[in-house]
């Protein structure tokens, strides 16, 4: 079986391009044929979008103008992402707030104002978080892992109510990555490295696409072995 990984045809948002993933992940799309929206950040080659994700309105202006730059939308990629790490007992309402707001509420309400051209596109929604979503990690990650966390229990709960209409979702959830903050204070994992955006770009791609149309609810984790135990 030939696996291809064409994207012709696909238009594809991008929320979160100002991280290394988000870039990564908008410059795969485009670089395999999708006509491609970005949020956060410009990247060669995709339609840039403006907006304050911090809330709903924002929310929902920044998507309806990506549908309306597209002419319709197959896949949405939330890959927004705020770390700031404290020590549990001193996180503040900001801290919370901040971590909420960075990664969580952007893709949700982008994904509620998403849906109607997801669901008539039959497309699918990719959310990119952290692999603490799913483990414990260094004390000062409290609030980031919580908003994380919610994010993993989103993408279920988003397959199991929109997967009637056809609509996929799925998450990934990724290790600390070469060169950044978190990779300087994190152990090198057993596969021997810290990964790259192209690892998390890699498996985004795999899951918005036909290679994985029977999933949906998954939450892959890409992170070297780090979640195996080590």
């Known amino acids: 079986m030939t696996m291809d990984m064409s994207f012709a045809g696909k238009r594809v948002i991008v929320i979160g391009a100002e991280g ?25 080659g995709a339609t840039t979008i403006s907006g304050d994700l911090s809330g709903e ?27 700031e790490d404290k020590p549990f ?28 051209a997801l669901t008539a596109s039959k497309g699918n929604i990719v959310n990119a978080t952290s692999s603490l979503a799913q483990m414990g990690g260094p004390a000062g990650s409290s609030a ?29 959830c990724g290790g600390p990555l070469e060169g950044s903050a978190a990779a300087q204070v994190a152990d090198v994992p057993p596969i021997g490295r810290h990964g790259t955006p192209q690892d998390m770009a890699a498996t985004i791609l795999f899951l918005a696409s036909g290679h994985a149309a029977f999933m949906t609810g998954a939450i892959i984790v890409n992170d070297g072995g780090r979640y195996s135990g080590a």
């Open 144 to 172: 980031y892992a919580a908003a994380a966390g919610s994010i993993v229990n989103m993408t279920r709960m988003q397959a199991l109510r929109f997967g009637v209409d056809g609509v996929r979702a799925n998450c990934l």
């Open 89 to 116: 007992e001193q996180v503040l309402p900001q801290d919370w707030d901040k971590a909420m707001d960075g990664a969580f509420t952007a893709s949700l309400f982008c994904t509620q104002f998403a849906l109607p």
């Open 20 to 44: 290394p993933v988000g870039a990564a992940a908008a410059r795969a799309f485009f670089e395999h044929g999708a006509t491609v929206a970005v949020h956060g950040a410009a990247v060669d």
């Open 57 to 83: 309105e924002g929310c929902k202006a920044t998507v309806e103008a990506a549908v309306a730059a597209l002419g319709g939308l197959d896949v949405i990629v939330n890959a927004a992402d705020f770390r």
